[in-house]
């Protein structure tokens, strides 16, 4: 199986900084695109921002310019620098990888979510 592992979460004030980390161990074989969704209560789970094997990337448009994502594929790993953050911003924040694995075939897995709270 393959296990996506998230870090950097917590609280900051309206107009911080955060910088979210997602490491995919497992039986890899390649990952296909990876990318950060998040979930507010009471809301339904929206896509942030993806970056493909290729590193072309998306972003909604309600972090366009002040989020941006990258990737190592040596390490298998995907980050997401987040600017000038607002309080609509607070949500939990699930890392997303679809992974080819030689055992499993191509699938789709998330992490276990990491919060983040922006204070006004």
């Known amino acids: 199986q393959v296990q996506l592992v998230e870090s950097g979460g917590g609280l900051v004030q309206a107009g911080g900084s955060l910088r979210l980390s997602c490491a995919a161990s497992?039986?890899?074989?390649?990952?296909?695109?990876m990318g950060w969704y998040r979930q507010a209560p009471g809301k339904q789970r929206e896509m942030v921002a993806v970056v493909t094997g290729s590193a072309s990337t998306n972003y909604a448009d309600s972090v366009k310019g002040r989020f941006t994502i990258s990737r190592d594929n040596a390490k298998n790993t995907v980050n997401l620098q987040m600017n000038s953050l607002k309080p609509e911003d607070t949500a939990v924040y699930y890392c997303?990888?679809?992974?080819?694995?030689?055992?499993?075939?191509?699938?789709?897995?998330w992490g276990q979510g990491t919060q983040v709270t922006v204070s006004s």
């Open positions: 497992g039986s890899i074989s390649s990952i296909n695109a």
């Open positions: 997303n990888a679809d992974v080819s694995s030689i055992w499993y075939g191509r699938a789709e897995y």
